[in-house]
């Protein structure tokens, strides 16, 4: 699963009018939760390696002159669970470094994640989402009522057998 704080961070700069890039695994991509969808829904350009072989690095580049880089996959999962490393450099001569390698692998991938098909998909999961959720309510609300039901019976017989011992002590 995608780590939704980055996004959200690349959303909103790229909403104050800065520039913003992002490539990202074809595969990983793909997946539910990715963000790279939402990303280009709102007209971040976007691209994916579309190889064989994966694009793997995990670096960004801000401002010219910090590049955040290491193993870390930018996920839940690695925040959460996975030994990860992440580097922080204030250097403008490994940023352009950094810019440059950044260029090349832009130029080299032709994958363009088209905004109006990532819009599409991020409604047909946000729609996907919510029947789920209104399918695990009805499902909630089911069982609640099978538990009232069950409680009812219970009560039922409980009243029937005092009614019987009820009974029982009159016919004597």
């Known amino acids: 699963d995608s780590l939704?704080?980055?996004?959200?961070?690349?959303?909103?700069?790229?909403?104050?009018?800065i520039k913003v890039r992002v490539?990202?695994?074809?595969?990983?991509?793909?997946?539910?939760?990715?963000?790279?969808?939402?990303?280009?829904s709102v007209g971040?350009?976007?691209?994916?390696?579309?190889?064989?072989?994966?694009m793997h690095h995990k670096f960004a580049v801000i401002d010219s002159s910090v590049v955040i880089m290491g193993s870390f996959n930018w996920t839940g999962q690695a925040?959460?669970?996975?030994q990860e490393n992440i580097f922080?450099?204030?250097?403008?001569?490994?940023?352009?470094?950094y810019a440059t390698e950044?260029?090349?692998?832009?130029?080299?991938?032709?994958?363009?994640?088209?905004?109006?098909?990532?819009?599409k998909a991020v409604e047909e999961e946000e729609k996907e989402q919510e029947e789920k959720e209104k399918a695990k309510a009805e499902k909630q609300k089911?069982?609640?009522?099978?538990?009232?039901?069950?409680?009812?019976?219970?009560?039922?017989k409980i009243e029937k057998s005092e009614s019987k011992?009820?009974?029982?002590k009159r016919v004597r």
């Open 23 to 40: 490539i990202a695994d074809d595969e990983c991509a793909k997946n539910k939760g990715s963000n790279i969808k939402l990303i280009a």
């Open 79 to 82: 925040v959460k669970y996975n």
């Open 165 to 168: 011992k009820q009974n029982n």
């Open 4 to 17: 939704d704080s980055i996004a959200e961070a690349i959303l909103e700069a790229f909403q104050r009018g």
């Open 88 to 97: 922080f450099y204030e250097d403008k001569n490994i940023a352009n470094q």
């Open 102 to 119: 950044f260029e090349r692998l832009w130029n080299s991938f032709t994958t363009v994640i088209d905004q109006k098909e990532a819009q």
């Open 44 to 54: 971040v350009p976007c691209k994916t390696d579309n190889a064989v072989y994966h």
């Open 142 to 156: 089911e069982k609640e009522e099978n538990k009232t039901n069950a409680k009812n019976v219970k009560e039922k």
